[in-house]
Nanobody, 115 residues
Framework: QVQLVESGGGLVQAGGSLRLSCVAS????????MGWYRQAPGQQRDMVAT???????NYADSVKGRFTISRSIGKNTVYLQMNSLKPEDTAVYYC?????????WGQGIQVTVSS
């Protein structure tokens, strides 16, 4: 079982930046894909960004050009750099890891963007 721990959330003004980190309990080299999802109150949980084992990223249209997903295999960590934040980016952000038929989630971290 892969354990994921997120950090880096908080309160920021619109136009600002935050960087989320997700540390995995084992080498992410063996994980098929890692990503970030978010869930706003009353909304479904949606994919924000994913990075596959080969390093290819994938982004939701709403964050393209503003968010960047990256990883450090040596630190077992995936990052989400969020720039030009908007109030509609406010949500709980979850780290996700997928390996074979298994999916793992972090506990979630709040990101609040004030207008």
């Amino acid at each position: 079982q892969v354990q994921l721990v997120e950090s880096g959330g908080g309160l920021v003004q619109a136009g600002g930046s935050l960087r989320l980190s997700c540390v995995a309990s084992e080498s992410i080299f063996s994980i098929d894909a890692m990503g970030w999802y978010r869930q706003a109150p009353g909304q479904q949980r949606d994919m924000v960004a994913t990075i596959f084992s080969g390093g290819t990223p994938n982004y939701a249209d709403s964050v393209k050009g503003r968010f960047t997903i990256s990883r450090s295999i040596g630190k077992n960590t995936v990052y989400l750099q969020m720039n030009s934040l908007k109030p509609e980016d406010t949500a709980v952000y979850y780290c996700n890891a997928a390996r074979s038929q298994y999916t793992y989630w972090g506990q979630g971290i709040q990101v609040t963007v004030s207008s």
